[in-house]
């Protein structure tokens, strides 16, 4: 089992910065594949980013929507995942959720946290 806690939201202005941090506990961190997905009312939810197991060389993946503004990274020895978040929109605002599996990020990764909240305002 692996437990995930996600910290870091809150309102902000458009153009402002938020990072968003995922804390794991419960197995070695950098076996797994880490990834962030968000959720906006009545929408479905959807990949921000992704980041490989930890190891001599990682990998970020991107949604185009957030390419270039959005960066993701993990602090293994900390068991935590982060998303730093800049030049923020108000089509940004959703649920944002932390999710972890031994082999890749998708919709339907092993392990999920309750998510935390994101509000830009215009």
């Known amino acids: 089992q692996v437990q995930l806690v996600e910290s870091g939201g809150g309102l902000v202005q458009a153009g402002g910065s938020l990072r968003l941090s995922c804390a794991a506990s419960g197995r070695i961190f950098s076996n797994y594949a880490m990834g962030w997905f968000r959720q906006a009312p009545g929408k479905e939810r959807e990949f921000v980013a992704a980041?490989?197991?930890?190891?001599?060389?990682?990998?970020?993946y991107y949604a185009d929507a957030v390419k270039g503004r959005f960066t993701a990274s993990r602090d293994n020895a900390k068991s935590t995942l982060y998303l730093q978040m800049n030049s923020l929109k108000p089509e940004d605002t959703a649920l944002y959720y932390c999710?972890?599996?031994?082999?890749?990020?998708?919709?339907?990764?092993?392990?999920w946290g309750q998510g935390t909240q994101v509000t830009v305002s215009s």
């Open positions: 980041i490989s197991r930890g190891g001599r060389t990682t990998y970020t």
């Open positions: 999710a972890a599996d031994p082999a890749a990020i998708t919709t339907t990764a092993g392990y």
